[in-house]
């Protein structure tokens, strides 16, 4: 048991030691730059204001005409583009990459980036994407049984399945590198990511009940997930690593003896199986060609039992055994579309593991949460889902995108200092403080002559010394010193950006700072502004 224990303990460690020299290429990859993990793109750190297709619409390069420019119209930079398993191996061993090609020359045109996701053997937990081939082939391909029945779902411990899935996975990337990999005419890397499946899980049950499944439930917790948790015991996800201690801390036994009786093992249990799956089927792919990996996470809301949603997705919960399963993903992705949205990207931005939404809800509700995502928890990037049916020039959305889109080389630089701060405010939280450059900012929904905003969000970074500039709409800021003298409003400038270049617009006072009493954004529209503020005894 001590020699498993060891063998599990090393490859735990050698995870560590391939992702970091991953990251050593020109390609788009992940890099740690400050407090901030970035994904760098021709050397440079790029943030995706980006938006996820519809399911079908990527299948043909027809109805994807019009919709770039519409896109791009809406200052999206990037779109998350599936891309399913039977139309790229229709026929087994014959790969067909007129639509990636398509695809990839469209997003050039419209000067488009794309993420593709790869949508193979799983979608929302199914397997509709599977193609036809293996859908027919149950023998080969192995299902998922729950209550005695078979279901449209390919068993993760089907190796044939992860083998053949990965063999296509690799045929993809081996040819996105020879598309996309170096310069073609004049355009480099437009694919920054992929996306591993969509969505995985069990549903209908908490865990798989085939044969193969009931028999690895029964045996050993393998020691490289438990050596693994041991590793990192101070980081761990604290519900999990209070389920551990709860049944022993055992660095050997059975799921259940590890993990205790009910649906919580059923959960990690699968967790592991498809992490081990999936990070075998991205490490594949990152073999012919290494870029950003992650998955993506459909979230249940509280007291939800695992088989309402995909049992063994990567939730907060269980993403450590998703990490001790091997070192091909590179992040993990909650598909955000519950109300409690600050809290849920805590708890993926956390240790090590930076913040991306590759779904989350759009118009509205997504103009005010890409703040709160992109300026307090540094993310590498946003994409409400179903952008195709919401592209329009009224979309606030796009205008979000507009003002953020001008200030992401400094949002960048300020993610990386980790002097940035982003914030949603309503009627149940109308106030949030920050502490930057020796000054407490104290923001509050806006309120002018008795009226006040409904709601309000921004961002806000330091500008030089005694300066800041702020992005948003519908808060109001006052400043004081931590320490000498007091601190007043100086100079507010409404502006913009023009090629990294402030171009000053209005000189605001009287009642556009409510006579210098407030660094003021009003909620009739998004602006971007600087204040520079005085000192006095
Ligand atoms: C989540 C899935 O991942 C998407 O593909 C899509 O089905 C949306 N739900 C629909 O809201």
Same mark, same amino acid.
């Given at each position: 048991?001590?020699?498993?224990?060891?063998?599990?303990?090393?490859?735990?460690?050698?995870?560590?030691?391939?992702?970091?020299?991953?990251?050593?290429?020109?390609?788009?990859?992940?890099?740690?730059?400050?407090?901030?993990?970035?994904?760098?793109?021709?050397?440079?750190?790029?943030?995706?204001?980006?938006?996820?297709?519809?399911?079908?619409?990527?299948?043909?390069?027809?109805?994807?005409?019009?919709?770039w420019?519409?896109?791009?119209?809406?200052?999206?930079?990037?779109?998350?583009?599936?891309?399913?398993?039977?139309?790229v191996?229709?026929?087994?061993?014959?790969?067909?990459?007129?639509?990636?090609?398509?695809?990839?020359d469209?997003?050039?045109?419209?000067?488009?980036?794309i993420?593709?996701l790869?949508?193979?053997?799983w979608?929302?937990?199914?397997?509709?994407?599977?193609?036809?081939?293996?859908?027919?082939?149950?023998?080969?391909?192995?299902?998922?049984?729950?209550?005695?029945?078979?279901?449209?779902?390919?068993?993760?411990?089907?190796?044939?399945?992860?083998?053949?899935?990965?063999?296509?996975?690799?045929?993809?990337?081996?040819?996105?590198?020879?598309?996309?990999?170096?310069?073609?005419?004049?355009?480099?890397?437009?694919?920054?990511?992929?996306?591993?499946?969509?969505?995985?899980?069990?549903?209908?049950?908490?865990?798989?009940?085939?044969?193969?499944?009931?028999?690895?439930?029964?045996?050993?917790?393998?020691?490289?997930?438990?050596?693994?948790?041991?590793?990192?015991?101070?980081?761990?996800?604290?519900?999990?690593?209070?389920?551990?201690?709860?049944?022993?801390?055992?660095?050997?036994?059975?799921?259940?003896?590890?993990?205790?009786?009910?649906?919580?093992?059923?959960?990690?249990?699968?967790?592991?199986?498809?992490?081990?799956?999936?990070?075998?089927?991205a490490?594949?792919?990152?073999?012919?060609?290494d870029?950003?990996?992650?998955?993506?996470?459909?979230?249940?809301?509280?007291n939800?039992?695992?088989?309402?949603?995909?049992?063994?997705?990567?939730?907060?919960?269980?993403?450590?055994?998703?990490?001790a399963?091997?070192?091909?993903?590179?992040?993990?992705s909650?598909?955000?579309?519950?109300?409690?949205?600050?809290?849920?990207?805590?708890?993926?931005?956390?240790?090590?593991?930076?913040?991306?939404?590759?779904?989350?809800?759009?118009?509205?509700?997504?103009?005010?949460?890409?703040?709160?995502?992109?300026?307090?928890?540094? &993310?590498?990037?946003? /994409?409400? *889902? !179903?952008?195709?049916?919401?592209? @329009?020039?009224?979309?606030? $959305? +796009?205008?979000?995108?507009?003002?953020?889109?001008?200030?992401?080389?400094?949002?960048?630089?300020?993610?990386?200092?980790?002097?940035?701060?982003?914030?949603?405010?309503?009627?149940?939280?109308?106030?949030?403080?920050?502490?930057?450059?020796?000054?407490?900012?104290?923001?509050?929904?806006?309120?002018?002559?008795? &009226?006040?905003?409904? /709601?309000? *969000? !921004?961002?806000?970074?330091?500008? @030089?010394?005694?300066?800041? $500039? +702020?992005?948003?709409?519908?808060?109001?800021?006052?400043?004081?010193?931590?320490?000498?003298?007091?601190?007043?409003?100086?100079?507010?400038?409404?502006?913009?950006?023009?090629?990294?270049?402030?171009?000053?617009?209005?000189?605001?006072?009287?009642?556009?700072?409510?006579?210098?009493?407030?660094?003021?954004?009003?909620q009739?529209?998004?602006?971007?502004?600087?204040?520079?503020?005085?000192?006095?005894?």
């Amino acid at each position: 048991m001590k020699n498993r224990t060891l063998l599990g303990l090393l490859l735990c460690l050698g995870i560590a030691v391939l992702s970091v020299g991953a990251q050593q290429n020109g390609r788009p990859h992940l890099e740690k730059r400050g407090a901030a993990t970035q994904l760098i793109v021709d050397g440079q750190p790029f943030l995706m204001l980006s938006g996820e297709l519809h399911n079908s619409s990527s299948s043909n390069l027809e109805y994807m005409k019009p919709i770039w420019p519409k896109l791009a119209a809406m200052n999206l930079n990037t779109v998350v583009t599936p891309l399913s398993w039977e139309l790229v191996e229709p026929v087994e061993g014959k790969f067909d990459f007129a639509l990636v090609d398509g695809l990839i020359d469209q997003a050039r045109q419209a000067h488009e980036r794309i993420v593709f996701l790869w949508l193979a053997s799983w979608k929302n937990g199914m397997s509709s994407y599977a193609p036809v081939w293996v859908k027919q082939d149950t023998r080969r391909f192995t299902r998922v049984v729950e209550r005695g029945n078979e279901v449209e779902i390919l068993s993760p411990l089907c190796t044939a399945a992860a083998e053949a899935d990965a063999r296509a996975f690799a045929a993809l990337m081996r040819h996105i590198k020879e598309v996309d990999g170096t310069e073609v005419d004049g355009s480099t890397h437009t694919v920054l990511m992929m996306q591993v499946e969509n969505e995985v899980g069990v549903l209908g049950d908490s865990r798989d009940r085939s044969d193969a499944a009931n028999q690895a439930f029964a045996g050993a917790v393998p020691a490289q997930l438990t050596a693994c948790l041991a590793a990192h015991r101070d980081e761990l996800y604290p519900e999990l690593r209070e389920l551990w201690d709860a049944n022993g801390a055992k660095s050997a036994g059975t799921w259940t003896e590890v993990f205790g009786e009910g649906e919580r093992a059923d959960e990690i249990f699968m967790a592991w199986q498809y992490a081990r799956y999936m990070q075998g089927v991205a490490a594949r792919g990152k073999a012919e060609y290494d870029i950003p990996m992650y998955v993506n996470t459909w979230l249940p809301s509280d007291n939800t039992p695992p088989g309402d949603y995909p049992s063994g997705g990567s939730q907060p919960r269980v993403v450590d055994v998703w990490k001790a399963a091997g070192p091909g993903l590179d992040f993990y992705s909650p598909d955000l579309y519950l109300a409690n949205f600050e809290e849920w990207c805590k708890r993926y931005h956390r240790d090590g593991n930076p913040l991306y939404m590759p779904e989350t809800r759009g118009a509205a509700a997504g103009a005010a949460n890409v703040f709160y995502a992109l300026g307090e928890e540094a &993310g590498l990037g946003f /994409s409400p *889902f !179903g952008i195709d049916s919401e592209a @329009g020039d009224a979309d606030p $959305l +796009g205008e979000s995108y507009k003002a953020l889109a001008a200030v992401t080389p400094l949002l960048l630089e300020h993610q990386s200092a980790g002097d940035v701060h982003g914030f949603l405010l309503d009627k149940e939280r109308s106030s949030a403080d920050f502490n930057v450059n020796g000054y407490t900012l104290h923001v509050t929904l806006d309120s002018i002559f008795g &009226g006040q905003a409904e /709601s309000g *969000f !921004g961002l806000i970074m330091a500008d @030089g010394k005694d300066g800041f $500039l +702020g992005v948003g709409k519908g808060f109001r800021v006052t400043f004081s010193a931590n320490s000498g003298p007091h601190a007043g409003i100086g100079a507010v400038e409404e502006g913009s950006f023009e090629n990294g270049k402030w171009i000053a617009g209005r000189r605001l006072n009287g009642d556009e700072d409510d006579q210098g009493g407030y660094w003021r954004f009003d909620q009739r529209q998004v602006r971007t502004q600087k204040i520079t503020l005085y000192r006095y005894e």
